[in-house]
């Protein structure tokens, strides 16, 4: 009996420092993706943040891609994207410069349009 909740400790602490060992931003991205967005408040942190590059219309932007169509098709990866911008370095990182309910009204503005 013993041995037995010794092996279940064991097993227990291995999935807790293993959830605990994700990179920070995939939490976060699970994080987001299940707030609830108001397109509203994501028109003007859109307009701050990310008109200039994408567009009035998140589809015919100046520097970036088309949002509009990322945002429905890869929702995980495109959060990713705002917090840890882009590898390139044309996007910029907004981990630290926006919350998840800022991101996550972003993202139903976005989806809005």
Known sequence: MKQ?????FAVV??????????PPA????ADIGGLSGDAT?????Y???CLACHGDDARSGSAGEN???EVA???DEFIEAILEGKD????PAFADTLSDQEIADILAHIASL
């Open 26 to 29: 995939t939490g976060r991205v």
């Open 4 to 8: 037995s909740l010794s092996f279940v």
């Open 13 to 22: 602490a291995a999935l807790v420092v293993g959830a605990c060992g994700e």
């Open 67 to 69: 949002l509009a169509d």
């Open 73 to 75: 098709e890869e929702q």
């Open 47 to 49: 307009e701050t943040h």
């Open 41 to 45: 408040a994501g028109a003007g942190l």
């Open 88 to 91: 390139n370095g044309a996007m």
